[in-house]
């Protein structure tokens, strides 16, 4: 297993412009995690999965944010309508989940979105 | 009762020096308090963590400290090399929070060689 990977590593849309991202979290993990990250700033948590069910979603998360995992694999965040303030990095991480001891998280590299 | 504050913001060691980062947290339910690393273009990965039953814990050149009655955890890199120059957050868990809900804003550090 080679960790978690994103895809892609960068997006330049335009605004009002329609954007996804897919994560491929390590394989036994069955929890994955969403969070958006701006400059100098800690990660912001957007949503979390357990298996295929979305156990928790963030204020943050407006009507244009979306999130599937729909075998409980890869997920999919997807922006409809792309704001300029939505430009950040979008990182993905899995964990095997409390039940395993801490909840210890591996982060992908990240999605670096820029909205122009 | 969410809010986690680090400090400081920025910090610049010599090299070979002790670098020393805090976190101050409210919520006393939290039971596992770890540090992440963050290198630039990468996201963060665990570099310790604390359970509330020990005061501190050892790895390497790094070191984190407990104080439960002054809800703050701190973690000090000793012998600071310039590889160690990155952002290290903070991001307590616990309570009806079993999962790193919550971030400190982080501290880029800078080791001079």
């Known amino acids: 297993d080679t960790g978690v990977s994103q895809d892609p590593r960068h997006k330049i849309t335009k605004r009002g412009q329609n954007v996804t991202f897919r994560c491929d979290p390590i394989s036994e993990h069955n929890r994955l995690y969403w969070y958006r990250q701006t400059l100098g700033q800690g990660p912001e948590f957007l949503t979390y999965?357990?298996?295929?069910?979305?156990?928790?979603k963030s204020r943050l998360l407006s009507d244009r944010f979306s999130a599937e995992r729909p075998k409980g694999s890869f997920s999919t965040l997807e922006i409809q309508r792309t704001e300029q303030g939505d430009s950040a990095m979008y990182l993905c991480?899995?964990?095997?989940?409390?039940?395993?001891?801490?909840?210890?998280?591996?982060f992908g590299a990240g999605s670096r979105l820029t909205v122009l | 009762q969410q809010q986690v504050k680090q400090s400081p913001q920025s910090l610049i060691v010599q090299k070979g020096g002790i670098s020393i980062i805090n976190c101050a947290y409210e919520?006393?339910?939290?039971?596992?308090f770890p540090w992440y690393q963050q290198f630039p273009g990468k996201g963060p990965a665990l570099l310790i963590a604390?359970?509330?039953d020990v005061s501190e814990k050892k790895e390497g050149r790094f070191t984190i400290s407990f104080n439960k009655s002054a809800k703050q955890f701190s973690l000090h890199i000793m012998d600071s090399q310039p590889g160690d120059s990155a952002t290290y957050f903070c991001?307590?868990?616990?309570?009806?929070?079993?999962?790193?809900?919550?971030w400190g804003a982080g501290t880029k550090l800078i080791i001079k060689p």
């Open positions: 991001a307590p868990l616990g309570g009806d929070s079993n999962y790193q809900l919550i």
């Open positions: 604390i359970r509330p």
């Open positions: 999965f357990q298996n295929e069910a979305q156990l928790e």
């Open positions: 919520n006393t339910a939290f039971d596992y």
């Open positions: 991480a899995s964990s095997p989940g409390p039940s395993s001891g801490a909840n210890v998280l591996t």
